[in-house]
């Protein structure tokens, strides 16, 4: 029985450090992220993700983006142009692709998909890398 107890507080310590631990990660990973968002991104998206209108489209719950990371990825990669209509406006413009590395990329994501009522996760250079193997298809 003690060994069982022992063995469960164990697990429940291992379980409440390891979340302590993804918790100052996100903070920094979004502190950075904003950073980045701020210098790469705000210029056409806004300080607030909504966008200008019809010149700029909102990243701050936009349903083009659909909570899939991918979307992000490609718009910083290879950048945007042509027709898109995003939460029902509509846009012809270009944005040329960003120069970013992995780690930039990863944090950014984290950023936008995290912030402005958009809930997604911490995403990862690794799952950058991967995105670009599979653009090389
Ligand atoms: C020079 C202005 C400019 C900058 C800087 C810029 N974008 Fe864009 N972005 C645009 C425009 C314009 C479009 C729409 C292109 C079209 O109409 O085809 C767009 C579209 C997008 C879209 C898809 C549509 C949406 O709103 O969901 C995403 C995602 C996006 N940008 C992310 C980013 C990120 C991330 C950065 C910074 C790393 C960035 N953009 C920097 C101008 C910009």
Known sequence: MKKILALLLTATMLIVMSNNAFSVDKKK???YGKKL?????SACHQMNGAGIPGAFP???KSDFIKNDEKVVFSSILLGNKGKMTVNGVDYNGVMPPVKMNNKEIAAVTTFIMNSWGNKGKVYSPKQVKKFKKSLKK
């Not at 968002?37 to 991104?41: G, L, P, S």
């Open 58 to 60: 909102p990243l701050a």
């Open 37 to 41: 968002y701020t210098t790469n991104c």
């Open 29 to 31: 990973i979004m502190k």
